[in-house]
């Protein structure tokens, strides 16, 4: 057998080293992104969602049509454009943003890149 089924996986559990809230978005290893479902204590098992549509704040001059890839910066905390210096995968944009907007709505998206 080389593999056996554990769970579906559009939530992980997670135990964060520090309190995480709801909302939050969790970078794991530098490639696998997330977002807590609920408030997560220090220590304690909680669940990253590996799925759905979220709205997330961006950096201002960042624009992009419905279905461009989308990044997220963790030391600003924001979306920002794919291939940003410091930036991971986000997901796609489900909607056209402007670059004066400060929401996106993202759809997570795991990748290899």
């Known amino acids: ?46 669940a990253l969602a590996l799925t759905g549509v979220y709205e997330v704040t961006k950096t201002t001059g960042f624009a992009v049509a419905a279905g461009g890839e989308v990044g997220w910066d963790a030391s600003t905390r924001k979306a920002v454009a794919a291939g940003t210096a410091g930036s991971v995968k986000l997901g796609h944009a489900v909607s056209l943003t402007g670059a004066s907007d400060t929401l996106i709505y993202v759809r997570l998206c795991q990748g290899l890149n």
């Open 1 to 46: 057998m080389d593999a056996r089924y554990v769970q579906r996986g559009d939530a992980i559990d997670y135990t964060p080293m520090n309190d995480v809230a709801a909302g939050d978005i969790v970078v794991l290893a530098g490639k696998l992104v997330g977002v807590a479902k609920l408030d997560i204590k220090a220590g304690e098992l909680g």
